[in-house]
Every structure is written in structure tokens, then in C-alpha cells.
């Protein structure tokens, strides 16, 4: 096994790390439902929209990328749509049985749909007027069979916060897509669900809600859910090379993973960015693997997880409390 030579090494393993959980388990099942529903309904027939609202650093984008490495990556192989041995990356750029639209700060309804034209390899995706380009991107829907659109981050969507006649154009453009017969997904932070269902009609054509809560510590499975994600991310790190030796995220009796619960909020992206920071002080310092002194050095460096989930600063869970100095005394031994 190579280990790695180089902090931007590091950095680069951990933008495409992939850890397979429960939640990201059933959120593909429920993708996997909406599919199958538009493949056996009319066609035309009138979809239903999908939901995952979840935290920043919970894991959604990544959970909407491992979807299509782990699901529709090998059903593209299996349908003939590419030939076996195509490397993934080459497939999930060509394929277009899901559109993984990914939208940008402040990005307007005519530029949302230009990005679904760009996906289906429309020559002018900027061309026409909003509803041209609604009905180009109909008619190349209907040509590349594309069974579900998912679009991300829309909580950077530019909708007005009052009703009126804008932002009931904008949400009748989004309806267009579940009423010819395209399931939707849409996924953002937990305060885009307002943005995006505040109006009636859409927010009845919502039925598929991925269900990705936040995690209760004090709840048996949601404890069990981040303990198993800990332990699969340390195996990562020794697969990949970046650590030498095998990083304890659990401890006896839990007590590395009470504090690191507290410390990423409970959110999978925070479990990674402080194991990245303190991959990063593993390297510099020729340590084999990730000891309790670094995890609290990382999170003393990370300005994103000094303060808890409403905005309050909180402790450096690592350092301070009891179970945090169990912690330092264990790692002194």
C-alpha cells in the first residue's frame, strides 16, 4: 500500500472518500422507487416530487454522488447503455437515465433550466426564453428517457419570499417537470424547504421525502448509525494510504466517540472535516494513525464547529468536560 506523499494528496482522497451508510441506503432506495415509478407509469403521466432537506455537512451531495456510483453507474453496464469495463467516471458524465443538476449561489429559474438543457447535450442551452427552453428540455427528456432529475443545493435557488406573480412563475416552471410526467428530487438545507413548497400546489406533489434526520446521541440506533459511519471512515483512511495504522474514532466504553459526536454536531461532513484536519497534523508530525490530541487540535482549528447547532459557541468537546478529560488521559498513557 502507498501512503501518501503530500497534504494536497490528502485533501484530494478526501473529496472523493465515500462512506456507505443506513441513511444514504434508504435514501437510494427511495430514488430507486421514483424510477421505477416513471418507468411504469404512462407516459406523460404525472410524477411526484422527492425530498431530502438535511443540515449543511450532513452528507447529501455526497449521498446524491454515491448514488449514481453505486447504483446507477452499474445499471447503465447492465442495460447495455455502456459497455463492461467503461470507467465509471466516463459513464456517469455520459448517462442520462438521472440528471444531477447542481445549482449555484443565486442562480434564476432561465439559468436552472439552461443547466437541464446543458445536461441533455442541448447545442444552445441558453437560448429562448424561459418557456422555449421548457419545451426544448420536454422533448429532449422524452428522446434520452431520463427516468429522474435531481437538483442540488436549491436552496440557492432565487425565488421571492412573497407570493406573487414571479414567484408563481417560478414555481409553476418547477411544477412542469412532475406534470410531463419527470419525478423531481430536490435536495438542499433544511431552510430551502420553505423556498421551494410555498406554494399549494407544489407542496402537494411532494410524496417521496427522504427521510435523513439528525442524529440523536441519546437514541441506541442513531448512536449505532454514527458509530459504525466512524469506524468505516478510519478504514478508509488506512485503505487509502493516509494513515499508517488504524485511528480509534470509538474508544472504551465509547469515550472518542461521545466527544467526536458532540464536536461534528452529529453530521457525517463533520466527521469528515475534522479527520481531514487532523489527517493533515498527522502528516506533518510522522504520527501513524489519528490520536485524541489531534481530533482536538482539528477542532480547535475549524471555525465551522466552535458553535452548536442554534449558533451558540460551545466547548472544545475533546478538552473539556469529563469525559473529555478521561480522553486526554487516556491518550497521555
Known amino acids: 500500500m502507498e501512503m501518501v506523499t503530500s497534504k494536497g494528496q490528502i485533501e484530494a482522497l478526501f473529496r472523493s472518500m465515500r462512506i456507505i451508510h443506513s441513511l444514504a441506503e434508504k435514501a437510494f432506495d427511495e430514488l430507486d422507487q421514483m424510477r421505477e415509478c416513471k418507468r411504469l407509469s404512462e407516459d406523460g403521466e404525472e410524477q411526484l416530487a422527492g425530498t431530502l432537506f438535511a443540515d449543511s455537512h450532513a452528507g ?7 448514488y449514481l456510483e453505486t447504483r446507477i453507474y452499474p445499471e447503465c453496464i447492465a442495460r447495455g447503455l455502456f459497455k463492461p469495463g467503461t470507467p465509471m467516471a466516463h459513464v456517469l458524465k455520459l448517462q442520462k437515465l438521472v440528471l444531477f443538476i447542481e445549482i449555484p449561489p443565486e442562480t434564476r429559474v432561465k439559468a436552472l433550466i439552461s443547466a437541464v438543457l446543458k445536461a441533455l447535450d442541448d447545442p444552445t442551452p441558453t437560448k429562448g ?40 412563475r417560478i414555481h409553476n416552471h418547477l411544477k412542469s417537470f412532475l406534470r410531463k410526467g419527470y419525478p423531481v428530487a430536490f435536495v438542499g438545507i433544511k431552510e430551502a424547504r420553505a423556498k421551494i413548497f410555498n406554494e399549494k400546489q407544489i407542496e402537494r406533489r411532494e410524496m417521496n421525502d427522504i427521510e435523513y434526520p439528525e442524529l440523536d446521541y441519546s437514541i441506541d440506533a442513531d448512536k449505532n448509525t454514527f458509530r459504525d459511519f466512524c469506524a468505516d471512515f478510519a478504514i478508509s483512511l488506512l485503505e487509502k494510504g493516509i494513515t499508517r495504522e488504524l485511528s480509534d474514532f470509538i474508544g472504551e466504553k465509547d469515550v472518542i466517540l461521545a466527544p467526536l459526536f458532540q464536536a461534528s454536531l452529529g453530521l ?66
Open 60 to 66: 447529501k451531495s455526497t449521498t446524491m454522488r454515491m
Open 129 to 168: 426564453d424561459v418557456d422555449d427552453m421548457i419545451y426544448r428540455a420536454e422533448i429532449l427528456l422524452r428522446k434520452h428517457k431520463v427516468e429522474l432529475i435531481i437538483f442540488d443545493e436549491v436552496g440557492h435557488l432565487t425565488i421571492p419570499k412573497k407570493a406573487g406573480d414571479q414567484a408563481m
Open 268 to 333: 457525517f461532513g463533520g466527521v469528515a472535516r475534522i479527520a481531514e484536519k487532523a489527517c493533515k497534523l498527522v502528516f506533518d508530525e510522522g504520527a501513524p494513525r489519528i490520536e485524541v490530541r489531534h481530533l482536538e487540535e482539528a477542532v480547535d482549528s475549524l471555525n465551522g464547529f466552535k458553535k452548536g447547532r442554534k449558533g451558540q459557541p460551545k466547548p472544545n468537546a475533546f478538552r473539556d468536560g469529563k469525559a473529555c478529560a478521561n480522553l486526554v488521559s487516556a491518550d497521555a498513557a
